[in-house]
């Protein structure tokens, strides 16, 4: 599961000028402080309505990944195993 957090913040990085058009928001359970300012620009949310409860990973140790656009509604889903390669393609073509 850091592994892929960690892809996703790396992806965001390749978008270069357009990096700033992407947030990437970690919801899941509560993680130290060290592990968001190692991550930077990564930020956490609480679901607190369970808003997004249904499209959570299935396993502990897995990671699913959503496209949310600013008012919060979910555009693409990527669940768990999603190829990197395909969000990238997909955060491509919505940034740009």
């Known amino acids: 599961c850091i592994e892929r957090i960690d892809e996703a913040v790396r992806m965001r990085v390749t978008l270069g000028r357009n990096a700033d058009r992407l947030r990437i928001v970690y919801i899941g359970p509560p993680q130290p402080d060290e592990f968001f300012s190692r991550r930077a620009p990564l930020t956490s949310l609480r679901d607190e309505a369970n808003a997004f409860g249904s ?42």
């Open 55 to 96: 499209e959570a990973a299935r396993n502990a140790d897995s990671l699913a990944l959503g496209l949310v656009d600013p008012n919060g509604l979910l555009m693409m889903r990527y669940p768990d195993g999603y190829f990197a390669q395909g969000l990238r393609s997909d955060i491509t073509r919505i940034i740009y």
